[in-house]
C-alpha cells in the first residue's frame, strides 16, 4: 500500500549554502530545488564534498541554508522557532547516520526510546512497547539489553533505523547507511529501507555513493560541485 | 526521562573514573571543612541547649564610657549597674543578673581541682534551659538569703564526686565554703561562654563585694523577650534607658557617655569577640565576610568542575548532536547536563557529610573545646543541601549552556564548534 507521490513533505528551492572562513569562501550548495514527495524513496548521488550531506542536514533542519527556502507544511523553515524546530525534526523527520551515532552509555531498547523522550505525553510503558515493536521490525528482538558496542556494525546499524522509525516520522533521511558495512550487511540494510518505503510507505532520502543502491530507489539525484546535475 | 538522565550520568562517572575521583573529591572535601565550620558556628551562636529559646534571648555583657577622645574603656558591666538598670526593665518576661565565667578551687583529697563556675540569680534557671539530670534549681529564697547552694554540672560532679549520680544533697567546697549540692544537670559546651560553667552558685554568696556602685564590674545580664517579635521591643526601651543613665563622675576621666546594647547571642557574641562596642554590632559585615569566603572556598572545586565538564563536552559531542536531531531542545539539554551535574555533586555532598561527621566525631573525642559534642543537626543537614545545589548549579549552569549551543551538524561531526 504505496501512497501516490503527490503530497510534497519537503521543498527546497534556490538553495545555497556557503561557508565562509576569514579567506576562504566555500560554497557548498548552490542555487538547488528539490521537492520531496510522500511514499517516495529517493536517493543523492555524487562524488566526495559535493554537498550531498549539507544537503540532508539541510533538509533535516539541522542547518539553515545561506540563502533560499525550505519549507515544510507548506511554511518556511526560518518562520519557526528554534523550539518548534526540534518539534519539527521530533515528529516529522528519523535520522540514520553513516556511523550509527548511537549512544555507547545506554542499551539497545533505551536507544531506539529516545527520540519519544522529547515528545510530551508518552509515558515510559508506551515509549518501551513501542521501541520493543520497532526493534522488533528489524529483527533485533532478542538484543534489546545489549550495549552499542557489543553488536556488529550491521545490527548497530539496524538499532538506529529502528530509533529513526519509533516516532513514526513522516520522512526518513539516511546519510551513507551502508557507508561503513560489508557489502552482505549493506544490502541487509537496504533491504530494510526499502520493506520499510514499500510495505509501510515511509518516504525515505538516502545518499549514497553506491550506484547499485540507488538504482533501486525510485528517484535519484545527482549532485556536482554542489550543483544539481540530474 | 529523568531515569534515562541518571542512567546516563552514573555511566559518564564511571566512563572517566579519575576525573571522578577528583571531582568527587574536590566537593566533598569542600563541603566537609564548610560543615564542620557551620557546625562550630551553629555550636556557638545557634538554638541548642541551654539557649534554646534563642530568638527571645537578649545578652548584655559589655559596657563603655565614652569620652571627648572617644572610648575610655570597656568592660562587662556591674552588678549593681544591671540591678539598676536592667532589673526593673518591663518589656522582658524574665531577667538574668549573673557573672562571666571564672574558675574556683575545691580539692579531692590532696588533688588540687579546679572548677569553671558562675554565680547566678534564681531567674538564671528560667531564663536558660538546662537539663536537669537529678534535682533541681536554687530558688528566689535561696539566692536572696544567700543559701549556700550549688548546682553542679554532670562531669563537675564527677570529677569532685566521681560520680554524677546520686550526689544531691552532698556537700562540695570550693575557695573553702561549703555548698549543699541542689543538682546536677547536663553538660553544656564551653562554646555556649554566657551559660557555661562546672558549678553555679548563688550570686549573693559571691566573695566579691557585688554592691559596689561603679558601673564596670564582672557580670553580664541576660533577657528574655515575651516572644521573638518582642524582642526588639525590649532593645528600644533599654536604649532609652541607657540613653538616660548618668555618666559617672571618675577622677581623672571626663566621661561624657554610657554606651551598652542589648543583643541577640550572635550579636553579643561577635561584638564580644571583635571588641566592638559601638552601635553597630558588626553581625552584618562577619556573615557577609563569612558567607563570601564560604562562597570563594566552594569557587575553586567549582571552577575545577566547570572546567571538567567542559572538557567532557568534547567527549560527547555526538550524543549531543543526536539528541538535538531528534527533537531536544536546548532546554530539555540545559535540563540533563544540570541534572547529571547534581547528581554527581549530590554524590560529593554525601561524601561530605559523612566526612564531615567523622571529623566532628574526632574533634569531639579530642577535648579540644570542653564538653563539645558537634553533631550533624537538621540545621546544618539542610545548610548542606543548599550548598549542594548551589555547588551544582554553580559548576553546571555554564557548561550545560555551552552543550545546549552546539552546533548539532558539528556536533556529529565529533567537533565542538559552538
Known sequence: MKATPLTPVLRLSEIEKVYQTRDIETVALNRVNLTIYKGEFVSIMGPSGCGKSTLLSLMGLLDEPTSGTIEVNSRPVESYSDKELAGLRNLKIGFVFQSYHLINDLTVLDNVELPLLYRPGIGGKERRQRALEALDKVGLSARTGHFPSQLSGGQRQRVAIARALIGRPEIILADEPTGNLDSVMGEEIMALLLGLNQQEGTTIVMVTHDEQQARQTERLIRLFDGSQVG | ?418
Open chain 2, 1 to 418: 526521562m529523568l531515569l534515562s538522565y541518571l542512567k546516563i550520568a552514573w555511566k559518564v562517572l564511571l566512563r572517566r573514573k579519575f576525573f571522578t575521583f577528583i571531582s568527587l573529591f574536590g566537593i566533598s572535601f569542600t563541603l566537609m571543612i564548610l560543615l564542620v565550620l557551620y557546625a562550630m558556628f551553629d555550636f556557638t551562636v545557634g538554638p541548642q541547649m541551654p539557649e534554646k529559646r534563642l530568638s527571645r534571648l537578649l545578652f548584655i555583657s559589655q559596657l563603655a564610657l565614652l569620652g571627648q577622645g572617644g572610648e575610655l574603656g570597656d568592660s562587662p558591666p556591674s552588678y549593681s549597674f544591671l540591678e539598676r538598670y536592667v532589673r526593673p526593665l518591663r518589656t522582658p518576661e524574665k531577667v538574668s543578673i549573673n557573672t562571666l565565667g571564672g574558675t574556683t578551687v575545691a580539692y579531692v583529697g590532696n588533688q588540687k581541682l579546679k572548677l569553671d563556675h558562675k554565680y547566678t540569680d534564681a531567674e538564671f534557671w528560667q531564663v536558660l534551659d538546662f537539663d536537669f539530670l537529678e534535682g533541681r534549681p536554687y530558688t528566689a529564697p535561696e539566692v536572696k538569703a544567700a543559701a549556700h547552694v550549688a548546682v553542679l554540672s554532670e562531669s563537675g560532679a564527677r570529677n569532685y564526686f566521681g560520680t554524677a549520680r546520686g550526689v544531691v544533697g552532698r556537700t562540695i567546697v570550693t575557695d573553702e565554703l561549703s555548698y549543699r549540692v541542689v543538682g546536677v544537670v547536663r553538660d553544656v559546651p564551653a562554646a555556649r561562654t554566657y551559660s557555661y560553667a562546672e558549678v553555679w552558685q548563688p550570686i549573693t554568696t559571691s566573695t566579691q563585694d557585688i554592691r559596689d556602685p561603679s558601673y564596670q564590674g564582672p557580670c553580664m545580664a541576660i533577657l528574655l523577650a515575651h516572644s521573638a517579635a518582642d524582642a526588639p521591643t525590649v532593645q528600644r526601651e533599654f536604649a532609652q534607658v541607657v540613653s538616660r543613665i548618668p555618666v559617672p563622675k571618675e577622677e581623672g576621666w571626663h566621661i561624657d557617655k554610657v554606651q551598652i546594647y542589648a543583643g541577640s547571642l550572635l550579636s553579643t557574641t561577635v561584638r564580644d569577640v571583635f571588641d566592638n562596642t559601638g552601635p553597630d554590632d558588626g553581625v552584618a559585615q562577619f556573615l557577609a565576610i563569612i558567607s563570601g569566603l564560604g562562597l570563594l572556598f566552594m569557587l575553586l572545586p567549582a571552577l575545577n568542575l566547570v572546567n571538567i565538564n567542559v572538557s567532557r563536552i568534547l567527549d560527547r559531542s555526538s550524543e549531543i548532536g543526536v539528541r538535538k536531531a531528534f527533537g531536544a531542545t536546548s532546554d530539555a539539554l540545559i535540563w540533563q547536563f544540570l541534572i547529571e551535574n547534581l547528581f554527581l555533586t549530590l554524590l560529593g555532598g554525601i561524601l561530605g557529610l559523612g566526612l564531615a561527621a567523622g571529623a566532628l566525631h574526632l574533634l569531639n573525642s579530642s577535648g579540644l573545646i570542653a564538653h563539645t559534642q558537634f553533631s550533624i543537626n537538621s540545621r546544618i543537614f539542610l545548610s548542606a543541601l543548599g550548598a549542594i545545589l548551589l555547588f551544582g548549579l554553580l559548576s553546571g549552569v555554564y557548561p550545560a549552556y555551552k552543550m545546549s549551543k552546539l552546533h548539532v551538524v558539528q556536533a556529529l561531526k565529533g567537533g565542538t564548534n559552538v
